[in-house]
């Protein structure tokens, strides 16, 4: 870990975040993501719908949901024009959605973009490109306007779970299994380079538990930020939120930090701020959940709220002020011991956590 100098310490921003509401949910809710204009949040499920909120009253409103998915949709993200939503599920499925009208379309879907479960997608930063990575080890590379295959690249020799397009639209970046992250070509659908993070794997008793969750680049393509955690054992997926901001010109990890201790889990979800810093989420056992709000210069969060359970994904609205945090309700477990009064079941949900961006000026007026 880089210690940071004296003035990048003296030149952290002085922000305050506090949550202001709470959307309740009836079922889980993997990955949200704000629309373009603010005025929608969707929310991409385990039980193959993406939902939607209408953020434009007072009180959000529950709108009918996206459906045609097979599977557990963990991958979603908006392309430039801001009209179109592409999403990827768990049997394979690539789908693209009209989402300017009330009642959206489905432009086009891909059945078999993957032979299994699609783990990541990417858009180009043009919106002309689509890059998807899958169980069966491939990365893909779509046409956005119909879908069609434009290039294969070579097969991972391990699964790869992450997926990131150079804003140059000329290199593809995956990261699998191992920790291991592969700078391909896109015109020789060759690797160029390879960097391994080997403390994002960890390897026991016949059980490998992956560390990269999150591959993004900065706006210039200068850095590429991989997210997630150093694993310490296999049995209930403990380790340590971990941060590496990698060099594109040299591909080294330039700047690396990790926060909290192995309870904390790893980072699922990571956005940037306009301003310049990164809002993270964590998840972690037992129940353990965390919102973090980093400057890339300083080794310890500037902000630090624990009171959610297992946050699986954060959005931020176009206007910067507010951020939603998709959690896990309280108390949750998989194996049927939570029942009502009655004896039954009572299935998880994902409550969506609403949270105030303050500057200082406007926190001291409040």
């Known amino acids: ?24 949910t009836d079922r889980q809710v993997c990955l949200i993501r704000y629309s373009p204009d603010g005025n929608v949040l969707f929310g991409g499920g385990y039980d193959s719908q993406i939902r939607r909120w209408d953020l434009t009253a007072d009180e959000p409103v529950l709108m009918e949901p996206l459906t045609g998915h097979h599977g557990w949709v963990q991958s979603m993200a908006f392309l430039p024009d801001g009209e179109t939503l592409v999403s990827v599920d768990s049997w394979g499925q690539l789908c693209a959605w009209s989402v300017h009208d009330s009642v959206p379309d489905l ?3 891909v059945e078999r973009a993957h032979d299994g479960w699609i783990h990541d997608l990417a858009v180009s930063r043009d919106g002309s490109v689509l890059a998807t990575v899958g169980r069966d080890r491939y990365v893909r590379l779509w046409s956005a306007g ?15 779970f992450c997926v990131a397009i150079h804003p140059d639209n000329q290199s ?7 920790g291991t992250l592969r700078h391909w070509s896109v015109d020789s659908a060759e690797t160029v380079r390879e960097l391994s993070l080997e403390k994002m794997h960890y390897y026991e008793r016949i059980q ?23 694993p310490t054992n296999t049995g209930n997926h403990q380790g340590i939120p971990t941060i590496h901001q990698i060099d594109w010109e040299s591909f080294t990890a330039s700047r690396s930090h990790s926060f909290g201790v192995t309870t904390d889990g790893f980072v699922f979800d990571l956005i940037r701020h306009p301003a310049g810093y990164f809002f993270a989420v964590t998840s972690g056992n037992p129940g353990a959940g965390q919102l973090l709000l980093i400057d890339p210069t300083h080794d310890e969060p500037l902000f630090k709220y624990t009171k959610m359970s297992n946050c699986h994904s954060v959005t931020l609205h176009p206007d910067g002020k507010t951020l939603v945090v998709s959690a896990t309700n309280r108390n949750s477990q998989g194996n049927g011991a939570v029942r009502d009064k009655e004896g039954k079941y009572l299935g998880n949900s994902s409550p969506l956590h609403v949270f105030e961006i303050l500057q200082p000026a406007e926190s001291r007026s409040g």
């Open 208 to 230: 490998d538990v992956r560390g990269v969750f999150v591959l993004q680049f900065d706006d210039t393509g200068e850095a590429l930020i991989c997210a997630g955690g150093q």
């Open 172 to 178: 593809v970046v995956s990261a699998d299994l191992f």
């Open 1 to 24: 870990m880089m210690a940071p100098r004296a003035e990048e310490k003296a030149a952290a921003p002085a922000i305050e975040v506090r949550e202001v509401r709470k959307i309740e």
């Open 107 to 109: 432009k086009w879907h």
């Open 146 to 160: 119909d879908g069609a295959l434009i290039r294969q690249l070579h097969r991972h020799e391990h699964e790869p």
